[in-house]
């Protein structure tokens, strides 16, 4: 366990210095540590759809009602738009009181119902309660007989169809009582406002092409990337005048850099995306661009010095 802390914090420093003299788990280990990377391009096979279903209830059973009522719109329309019907997936179903306390006493204060220093609990407990039913929905379509522009426009095309048939439910009328219904309104209002500043939002739909990554693909990127970093390696020790010795550690990080996924760590640590989810083989590649739909892999070895 150690070991394996030992080399991603060691992995994590190379992200910013391609070589380094390293200091390795076993203390008596030092040598000269290269890294490499190698990125192959993918042929699209598909796009997929990721996006958060929610609904308001005046209470948990209405918001249930409400939540299933949705799913089994989202799955109709989904195979109307010849979604692949194996691929239709929803999440388990999250129930809460969210509109109630929390982050809805800030909205209320920015409504001007509470005031910024205020602790009366009294007036948090006034606010009209709501129950709040989400879960997350996923489908696949296989890439039609298209080239180039016609694949591009692809994911515009699906946005407008979901928008079209209402598959996030925003037009749905929330089953609340007059007095909640005014007051989520409102908290919609401000909610959208505070949206508009930007920035990105973890749980916003999402239209991805994706391919598969064969066996073949993988091995020639490893094998290419695993050439340079030998070709690296000599190339520093020719330059500092020493020798190699033995490969003492090699190790891999495929995709994503590690920075990328401390940071998709952080990001769903603040506002949870579907990634836990969906939970999709490392065979499989996504990206919302053609041009950035690759398969990458990155390499680091240590070589004794003699």
Not at 27 to 53: D, Q
Not at 93 to 101: E, L, N, V, Y
Not at 220 to 248: P, T
């Amino acid at each position: 366990m150690l070991k394996l802390l030992s080399i991603t914090v060691a992995a994590v420093c190379l992200l910013a210095n391609s070589t380094a003299i390293a200091q390795l788990s076993n203390p008596s280990t030092t040598g000269l540590m290269v890294n490499a990377s190698e990125s192959a391009t993918l042929a699209p096979e598909g796009i997929r759809l990721v996006m958060r279903i929610q609904v308001m209830g005046k209470d948990a059973k209405s918001a249930i009602k409400s939540i299933n009522e949705q799913k089994e719109t989202v799955r109709k329309e989904l195979v109307g738009m010849n979604a692949q019907a194996d691929t239709i997936r929803f999440s388990t179903t999250d129930i809460s009181s969210g509109m109630s306390g929390g982050m809805n006493a800030r909205m209320y204060r920015s409504m001007g119902a509470i005031g910024d220093g205020d602790e009366d609990e009294s007036k948090e407990d006034a606010m009209p309660k709501m129950f709040g039913a989400s879960c997350w929905a996923s489908a696949k379509w296989a890439l039609p007989a298209k080239e180039g522009d016609a694949i591009a426009m692809l994911p515009a095309m699906l946005k407008q169809q979901i928008a079209a048939r209402d598959l996030e439910g925003k037009k749905r009328k929330p089953d609340l009582e007059p007095e909640q219904l005014e007051q989520y309104e409102q908290m919609m209002k401000v909610m959208q406002q505070q949206m508009s500043y930007g920035g990105e939002d973890a749980q916003a739909t999402k239209i991805e092409f994706f391919a598969n990554v064969s066996k073949d693909v993988s091995k020639a990127a490893f094998s290419k990337a695993f050439e340079k970093a030998k070709v690296k390696a000599q190339n520093l020790s020719d330059a500092a005048g020493i020798k190699l010795g033995k490969i003492n550690m090699i190790t891999s990080q495929s995709d994503d850099s590690m920075q990328q996924v401390m940071y998709g760590a952080w990001r769903n640590s603040q506002m949870p995306g579907p990634e836990a989810w969906l939970q999709d083989s490392e065979d499989i590649q996504y990206s919302t661009s053609l041009d950035a739909l690759k398969y990458t892999v990155g390499i680091w070895i240590c070589y004794n010095i003699e």
